[in-house]
T-cell receptor, first 113, second 107 residues
Framework: DTEVTQTPKHLVMGMTNKKSLKCEQH?????MYWYKQKAKKPPELMFV???????INESVPSRFSPECPNSSLLNLHLHALQPEDSALYLC????????????FGSGTRLTVV | GIQVEQSPPDLILQEGANSTLRCNFS?????LQWFHQNPWGQLINLFY???GTKQNGRLSATTVATERYSLLYISSSQTTDSGVYFC?????????FGTGTSLTVIP
């Protein structure tokens, strides 16, 4: 299994809702990442998990809350988002942080209304 | 962090034409990857190429780490090659994306 699976593929949520994005990989990778991508821009790093511990938080607002329950699973909990948070959210994994190639999931396209 | 610049920003090709995309990076890197982002947003890994040359079908890539650049060659382009091509460089924990090249292949 050489892929990263993200669910859901599309999500529409209101500004008062709470929702979660899920990312799963079974490649034995020990580093997992969340990226945010706006239209016509490159992906921007949000969070890095290494061995299930948060190692990098790129000054992301607290309305985004990551969680890594085990080495295969990464969640992103969303609460009280703003319309400007609408974007493509991409999950990636690599063997270790900074080592080996990155594999990306197909993303969750989020719309906040 | 390092700067990763790609050129050209936009490229329109007739089907069957060849092209070269360039990626310059401002510092030494541990890892250099080329991705193709399709219209649905999926980032597809094309090459993991911190140095040297690799080929995969109509695509090939070369990274000259000492001169801090990488090239992606697309030969005999097809309409399915359309999309945005990103290079991304890793210098430790951080993975820096270039600004991308938007490629349109017309029949």
């Amino acid at each position: 299994d050489t892929e990263v699976t993200q669910t859901p593929k599309h999500l529409v949520m209101g500004m008062t809702n709470k929702k979660s994005l899920k990312c799963e990989q079974h490649m034995g990778h020990r580093a997992m990442y969340w990226y945010k991508q706006k239209a016509k821009k490159p992906p921007e790093l949000m969070f890095v998990y290494s061995y299930e511990k948060l190692s990098i938080n790129e000054s992301v607002p607290s309305r985004f809350s990551p969680e890594c329950p085990n080495s295969s699973l990464l969640n992103l909990h969303l609460h009280a988002l703003q319309p400007e948070d609408s974007a493509l959210y991409l999950c990636a994994s690599s063997r270790l942080t900074g080592l080996g190639g990155y594999t990306f999931g197909s993303g969750t396209r989020l719309t906040v209304v | 962090g390092i700067q990763v610049e790609q050129s050209p920003p936009d490229l329109i090709l007739q089907e069957g034409a060849n092209s070269t995309l360039r990626c310059n990076f401002s510092d030494s890197v541990n890892n250099l990857q080329w991705f193709h982002q399709n219209p649905w947003g999926q980032l597809i890994n094309l090459f993991y190429i911190p140095s040297g040359t690799k080929q995969n079908g109509r695509l090939s890539a070369t990274t000259v780490a000492t001169e801090r650049y990488s090239l992606l060659y697309i030969s005999s382009s097809q309409t399915t090659d359309s999309g945005v091509y990103f290079c991304a460089a890793n210098t430790g924990n951080q993975f820096y994306f270039g600004t991308g090249t938007s490629l349109t292949v017309i029949p």
